[in-house]
């Protein structure tokens, strides 16, 4: 194993060190384990707060911002963050308008982000839920009941933190929230295992010809294993696999986030993004957005992932307000 750290057991303690050392706009809380704006959000503001296993960078850390997250909890690499650090990241951020907990849909995220509402209510912080479940690859996974939660959290988050930042109450962001989640389907395909430090090797066994279709971003197993093929192949069976779950018709509009799982270079994700694209034109289907990029990782993946999020002029104007995040940013 190769890898940039100090050790296996300080990484995520120095990567959040490096985070706070390069965006001093963040407050960086190493011990607590907490991510949050340095500038409060307004008096009343609902506060978003959103986090799971570290290894997914940028996702949530990076997200971190006006017009997303106020706060976020990260964990262990591909570890849940624990309730009591949930409850820290709610306490400095509620300003009296309540805080929306954005969760992907893993056992571990569901269970502790659970807890620490029920800790928060019994402190008088207002807490709504958010459940990502957005990938289409299996109906269970190793990690979860039900789908798992991939790349649609960053347009939940992008969107509620948006509507969030107009002032919205926090029921109306947290409905924008779960509507955001249902018009999104995700699907990834992996051409490498991740390797966690603390292990050292491969998470699973890939041989060179061969990809796993529908894989999670922890590595859990997908549908199938099948021969590598081109790139214009491989975006079909995405793209076909996505719109088969999702229903949209001729004449939708959608959001497409072309992911990397972090060990895939941009140059072949905007080849990807081409064959997508040329996909969905087929299918009669436009993209009113595009993002492409390293957005929602697994450590040194090499693959991708398609997230389609039907778009209305509602979300598109939100995903068009202003965000100042390490990660995203757009004016």
């Known amino acids: 194993m190769k890898k940039l750290i100090n050790s296996p057991e300080t990484v995520v303690t120095d990567a959040l060190a490096g985070l706070a050392a390069a965006h001093p706009q963040l407050a960086v ?19 978003l707060v959103s986090g799971g296993g570290s290894g997914h960078e940028p996702l949530h850390v990076g997200f971190v911002g006006p017009g997303m997250l106020d706060a976020a909890c990260p964990g262990e690499v591909f570890t849940s963050p624990v309730p009591d650090q949930v409850l820290a990241a709610a306490r400095a951020v509620d300003t009296g308008g309540g805080v929306l907990f954005v969760v992907k849909n893993y056992t571990g995220d569901v269970m502790n982000f659970a807890l620490a509402a029920e800790l928060a209510a019994e402190e008088g912080i207002e807490v709504a839920t958010v459940l990502v479940d957005d990938d289409v690859a299996v109906q269970d996974s190793t990690f979860t009941a039900g ?4 790349g649609a959290t960053l347009v939940v988050e992008k969107a509620a933190g948006a509507l969030a930042e107009e002032g919205a109450p926090l ?35 890939l041989p060179e010809g061969e990809i796993e279709a529908g894989v999670g971003i922890h590595g859990e197993p997908g549908r199938r294993r099948e021969p590598l093929r081109p790139a214009r192949e491989l975006a079909a069976e995405v793209v076909d696999t996505v719109l088969a779950d999702h229903g949209l018709a001729p004449g939708d509009e959608v959001i497409a986030l072309v992911n990397g799982m972090g060990g895939t270079p941009l ?12 996909r969905l034109a087929d299918a009669e289907v436009r993209i009113a957005r595009s993002l492409v990029g390293n957005y929602v990782t697994s450590l040194d993946m090499a693959g991708f992932s398609l997230t389609l999020t039907r778009a209305d002029a509602e979300l598109l104007r939100l995903w068009d307000a202003p965000v100042d995040t390490p990660a995203l940013r757009w004016s």
């Open 171 to 205: 029921a109306e962001v947290a409905a924008l929230g779960r509507r955001v989640n249902a018009a999104s389907r995700s699907f990834a395909i992996a051409l490498t295992a991740a390797t966690v430090p603390a292990v050292g090797r491969p998470g699973f066994d």
């Open 147 to 150: 789908r798992r939660g991939t």
């Open 29 to 47: 809380d190493t011990a607590a384990r907490v991510v949050r704006r340095a500038r409060p959000g307004a008096a009343g503001k609902a506060a």
């Open 267 to 278: 140059l072949e994700l905007y080849v990807v993004f081409g064959e997508v694209a040329a």
